[in-house]
């Protein structure tokens, strides 16, 4: 089928309060990672110095309380951005044409997609960052990679637990359940960071684990060879359209701030 609070700090100052996101120049773009890194330290240079004032719920005495850090905090998992990659867009619901040869209404994970979702995304009718006419039931932040971690006659593909690198904390045990069904990324787009999370599989394929989870270019594909499907809330909120040339990478659900992406079923977005 084609188709935590020590982030939002760094994402509170990059972000105008009024547009949750800015853009920053072209040529400052690859520097996003530097400026990231430099407030994070800070923030948790400040966050280690009031440890000393911080009153133990258990009244232990300052000497007897002991601080433990994780290791490599800020990339935990070492997730990297892939950069350059062509996104299109794409949306439950989508009918089959000559660039989508398969409807939408189903997904690699989830044969009832559509109906689950509530109705179909339209990427013409909207209201704020979700459909108009109704209030999804499924989270309109979504994106599509090219790879299923399930085999076509069941259990998951032989490198699923070599390449994944959440593979066995997630594993449940269950050859038919994915572990990658939900996952968040990031997107970047001039300064714009949008949040989303892994729903289907695509565009156009779905064995390629060497770009996905290995950094390799995508593979070649009639739509420019495209390695992002984005839903019409993604596009909207970093403003630009099938074609356009995003960066992302996988992050750990501590990492996403708070947003629309979080916020979606509110009956006002």
Partial sequence: MRHANQFWLIASCLVPATAWAGHVPLENEFSMENIADDLHEHYIATRRAAIPDI???????????????????WETYGHKWRRGITATVFWVGEKPSERNPTPNNASSWDTNWQTNFGGVD?????????????LPKLNPFYIALPYNDIAPGGGHHPEASKVIP????????SSW??????????????????????????????????????????????????????????????????????????IEDHEVPAGPWTHWNHSDP
């Fill in 55 to 73: 009153v133990c719920p258990f009244q232990a005495p300052p000497k007897a309380r002991v601080v433990v850090e994780r290791p490599d905090t």
């Fill in 122 to 134: 339209h990427p013409g009718k909207r209201k704020g960052y979700r459909p108009a006419g109704f």
């Fill in 166 to 173: 959440w593979y066995w904390r997630v594993y449940k045990g």
């Fill in 177 to 250: 359940t994915s572990v990658c069904k939900g996952r968040w990324v990031a997107i970047h787009y001039r300064g714009k960071i949008c949040y989303a999370q892994w729903e289907d599989c695509g565009p156009f394929n779905t064995t390629d684990w060497e770009y996905v989870f290995k950094g390799k270019a995508p593979k070649p594909n009639p739509n420019g060879n495209a390695g992002i499907d984005i839903s019409p809330a993604v596009r909207d909120f970093l403003g630009i359209r099938s074609g356009y040339r995003v960066a992302w990478k996988f």
